[in-house]
């Protein structure tokens, strides 16, 4: 199981500072007007597009903060599978030109001992990351990986993409699968993996500009997914709120 534990928000649209814990596996969101429902709504989406290691739109940049020059997010999960438990937490900063100041650790159990969160990797103060002993297990000592590793960073930071999350550097974490097969590479390996599957397959966010009353066009894979996701909505709203349900339309559509 996978899910989100905490956020912590900064300088996003009209919060200055915001910290929730997701203590709970159902929960309900609500508050006057102006309380800050939407910005968590926007800033989750924005987390699953950064995980997802897809370019930001400039939609975001508009709501940093109009009194900061940049707005900072920190998302907290919680891993258990395969008898596995994993505490990661992951945090960013976005200013009108980049991604920038990823940081991502995680704490994990091993047999009946908690080893305490250390860093994975931290893009803040190297031209490619740190910490050292985390650098040479993910990418290894070649030459040739390490100047892939500043391209690649020079590169996403262009184009508003997550260093950590995308795809360039992740395939080739992920091509040094077959020749290290160390401990302490795979359980790095996969924290990564955890988050990108969480984002891809398990984090949905119907955003707030989302217009209901409109259709849209879905492939057959995605709209499996859609129905599978309705039914596991409707075995929770009803808790949420009595007698609440949602329901779809769907108009197959010819091929020409």
Do not use: W
Request: glycine letters at 4%.
């Amino acid at each position: 199981m996978k899910r989100l534990s905490g956020i912590e928000i900064y300088n996003f649209k009209n919060i200055k500072s915001a910290k929730l814990d997701f203590k709970n596996s159902m929960l309900g969101l609500y508050g006057e007007n102006g309380s800050g429902k939407t910005a968590l709504i926007d800033v989750l989406n924005l987390v699953k597009i950064v995980l997802c290691g897809q370019s930001i739109s400039s939609d975001f940049l508009n709501l940093i903060h109009v009194d900061a020059d940049y707005s900072r997010i920190v998302v907290q999960f919680m891993v258990d599978e395969n008898e596995r438990h994993s505490e990661i937490e992951y945090s960013f900063k976005l200013n009108k030109h980049s991604i920038f100041d990823e940081i991502l650790s995680y704490a994990y159990m091993d047999g009946g001992t908690r080893v305490v969160k250390s860093k994975l990797i931290d893009t803040s103060n190297t031209m490619t990351f740190s910490p050292l002993s985390k650098y040479k297990s993910l990418i290894g000592s070649s030459k040739e990986n390490e100047l892939n590793v500043i391209v690649i960073k020079k590169m996403v930071c262009r184009e508003f993409r997550s260093f950590i999350f995308s795809s360039e550097l992740l395939d080739l974490v992920r091509s040094r699968k077959n020749e290290c097969r160390d401990e302490e590479f795979l359980r790095h390996l996969y924290i990564l993996e955890s988050l990108v599957d969480f984002a891809n397959y398990e984090l949905f966010v119907v955003k707030s500009k989302s217009c209901l009353d409109e259709s849209i066009v879905l492939s057959k894979d995605d709209l499996d997914v859609y129905e599978r996701r309705i039914e596991g909505m409707n075995k929770v709203l009803p808790f949420l709120v009595s007698g609440t349900t949602s329901r779809k339309r769907t108009h197959k559509i010819d091929k020409f």
